[in-house]
């Protein structure tokens, strides 16, 4: 854990403000990579993860930026409503799980909205590194696209392409942008699942390889509306607990006295991962390859369920 200060905090589009962040001892930050990521604990205990959108050289701050959002679980609100200049907070070192590809001779890198954030900390290594390629930033009008200023003045500017949904005439072309794959070209998308559900797509449907494909969502995409209940058993103590459609594993077993530790309540962070012994899993996670998903012997009872009556958890 990192104790931080928010140093500065500026409104960078509509409801989105940027907060700068220095260590609290004065001392550098760790140093983290493009695409990387860190948990913010925020006032009343909740945990945010916020993509780093600083350059990535720089150790003396951490700069993110959040998007007030009304469908927020508190974390956006907390952030905006509460945290000012001279706030100290608690940080996580970052982490990277959505990380440039070494290998590539040239880069595509696509956001939507507030997806801006890792995609611009991209940007900026990219063009340090004297990389080959080009942003394409999506957003519903320039009010609501954060950072602009920063893209027109960079170095990079010439590689940066805005799309407003109120300008008709900036509309992306994806199946133009994306109709030549290369095993060495990647893709990079970042934004609104619909958003990243349709670069994806039109990637795929122009022939482009899984490998190429590198996504970081914001939150699982999951439709919830068929879900049931199943029952989960504790394997130390044999206690076995009901879990209804409205509520998660871990609810249900903190309702009960046990926690598990977690993080981004969403099945993007890892920090829930659960031994599953007997049952399979519903995985409903982003931090599991299909892989991992497939042995059905580990899930995350944030968000993932279970596709038989009983679970047996190694807990
Ligand atoms: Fe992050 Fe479950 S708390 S995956």
């Known amino acids: 854990m990192i104790d931080v200060v928010v140093v500065s905090r500026n409104d960078e589009a509509q409801d989105i403000c940027s907060y700068e962040l220095a260590s609290a ?16 604990h925020l006032p009343g205990g909740l945990i945010r993860q916020y993509s780093l959108c600083n350059h990535p050289e720089e150790r003396h701050r951490y700069l993110i930026g959040v998007l007030k959002d009304p469908a927020s679980r508190g974390g956006s609100l907390a952030m905006h409503e509460r945290i000012h200049p001279g706030t100290r907070l608690h940080i996580s070192e970052p982490r990277n799980l959505f990380a440039l590809a070494q290998e590539a001779r040239r880069s595509l890198l696509f956001a939507g909205g507030i997806g801006i954030t890792p995609i611009l900390c991209m940007a900026e290594r990219l063009a340090h590194s004297g990389a080959d390629f080009e942003l394409h930033y999506c957003a519903r009008s320039s009010e609501r696209a954060a950072f602009v ?29 994306l109709a030549a794959p290369h095993n060495d070209v990647h893709l990079y998308v970042c934004g609104p699942g619909g958003f990243m559900q349709h670069v994806l797509d039109t990637a795929k449907a122009a022939g482009w390889r899984e490998d190429c494909l590198h996504r970081e969502y914001f939150a699982a995409p999951v439709d919830t509306r068929a879900d049931g ?12 607990f009901e879990v209804p459609a409205d509520k998660s594993v871990v609810q249900v077993l903190e309702s009960h006295g046990i926690d598990i530790a977690m993080s981004c309540e969403q099945g993007i962070c890892g920090t829930c991962l659960t031994r599953v012994l007997e049952g399979v899993p519903e995985h409903r996670d982003l931090f599991l390859t299909e892989d991992e998903q497939a042995r059905n012997d580990q899930f995350t009872p944030c968000c993932s369920r279970s596709k038989t ?7």
Do not use: C, N, W, Y
């Open 25 to 40: 001892d004065d001392r550098p930050l760790p140093g983290f990579s493009a695409g990387a990521h860190i948990d913010v």
């Open 149 to 177: 200023q920063r893209l027109r003045d960079s170095s990079f500017a010439e590689r940066v392409f805005l799309h407003f949904d109120q300008e008709p005439e900036t509309a992306l072309d994806a199946a133009k942008v």
């Open 229 to 240: 209940s199943f029952s989960v058993k504790v394997a130390s103590s044999g206690q076995v």
């Open 309 to 315: 009556p009983l679970l047996v958890l190694d807990i």
